[in-house]
């Protein structure tokens, strides 16, 4: 099985989603989705080992409006690439700076916080999904800042929506730990971020019970990820052909 890590100089948190078992045989396609930090420092050679090697053909950005204002895209910005800005907010009226998505960074209940993303960002998930579901827009990476939690949350959407277990998707959220130090010193260096806390604090925390309560919650309240796909306004349709995109 391909290393699901993938290095560069200046992004610090890139993995593929291919490689996690499926529910009833199978699992997840490698160089399909890639999920990561924040782009903004990409070197050129980054930048070509995302374009030529990974074949990267669209950005999924989860950022808030004042971050991509304040931070930007660096070099991506002038690749031929499709960037499609799809915030993961609390809700669709509020929340549009990086400081009210946890106004103290030291104490936040993450699984909280990750139900109100979830509850604030329909919309844009569901286009997130209608952009993976379409092969020629692939291969498609999606960010937000440290790649942690508005991305964990779309991450958990898609592997829960096509089968991945439970466990298999905490694992995954949990993989963050490995590289969390180098996201931490790279944002705390950027003006939307300064003043992080250390690393498995707050913010910053990694556990792995964090996405299992997100996912029990998500069981609870809305039957799962393919069930609230639908209600948000997915059809069956387009959720069979996630599973196409995602799943060998």
């Given at each position: 099985?391909?290393?699901?890590?993938?290095?560069?100089a200046?992004?610090d948190?890139v993995?593929?989603?291919?490689?996690?078992?499926?529910?009833g045989g199978g699992s997840?396609?490698?160089?399909?989705?890639?999920?990561?930090?924040?782009?903004?420092?990409?070197?050129?050679?980054?930048?070509s080992?995302?374009v030529?090697r990974?074949g990267l053909r669209?950005?999924?950005?989860?950022?808030?409006?004042d971050?991509v204002e304040?931070e930007g895209?660096?070099?991506?910005?002038d690749?031929?690439?499709?960037?499609a800005n799809?915030?993961?907010?609390k809700?669709?009226?509020s929340s549009?700076?990086?400081?009210?998505?946890v106004?103290?960074?030291?104490?936040?209940?993450?699984t909280?916080?990750?139900?109100q993303?979830?509850?604030?960002?329909g919309e844009h998930?569901?286009?997130?999904v209608?952009?993976?579901?379409?092969p020629g827009?692939h291969?498609i990476l999606?960010h937000c800042a440290?790649g942690?939690d508005r991305?964990g949350?779309?991450?958990?959407?898609?592997?829960d929506?096509?089968g991945?277990?439970a466990?298999s998707?905490?694992?995954?959220?949990?993989?963050t730990?490995e590289r969390?130090?180098?996201?931490?010193d790279r944002?705390?260096?950027?003006?939307?971020?300064?003043?992080?806390p250390q690393?498995?604090?707050?913010?910053?925390a990694?556990?792995p019970?964090?996405?299992t309560?997100f996912l029990?919650n998500l069981y609870?309240?809305h039957?799962?990820?393919?069930?609230?796909?639908?209600?948000q306004g997915?059809?069956?349709?387009?959720?069979s052909?996630?599973?196409?995109a995602?799943?060998a």
């Open positions: 099985m391909p290393n699901r890590w993938i290095d560069f200046q992004i948190n993995r593929d989603l291919g490689g996690l078992p499926v529910t997840t396609r490698f160089g399909v989705v890639l999920r990561s930090s924040t782009l903004q420092q990409a070197t050129c050679e980054d930048l080992q995302l030529e990974l669209t950005v999924i950005d989860l950022r808030l409006p971050e304040r895209y660096g070099l991506i910005a690749a031929e690439l499709t960037i799809l915030p993961i907010r809700s669709p009226q549009l700076a990086a400081r009210d998505l106004p103290d960074k030291t104490r936040v209940d993450l909280e916080l990750y139900g993303l979830l509850a604030g960002s998930i569901v286009a997130a209608r952009l993976i579901i379409d827009k291969a999606f440290a942690k991305t949350v779309l991450a958990a959407v898609l592997l929506a096509v991945v277990p466990e998707i905490a694992y995954d959220y949990a993989l730990n969390i130090q180098k996201v931490r944002l705390d260096a950027l003006p939307s971020y300064e003043g992080l690393t498995n604090t707050g913010i910053l990694v556990a019970e964090v996405m309560r029990a609870a309240e039957g799962g990820a393919a069930k609230w796909l639908l209600a997915l059809s069956e349709s387009e959720l052909r996630l599973r196409e995602l799943v």
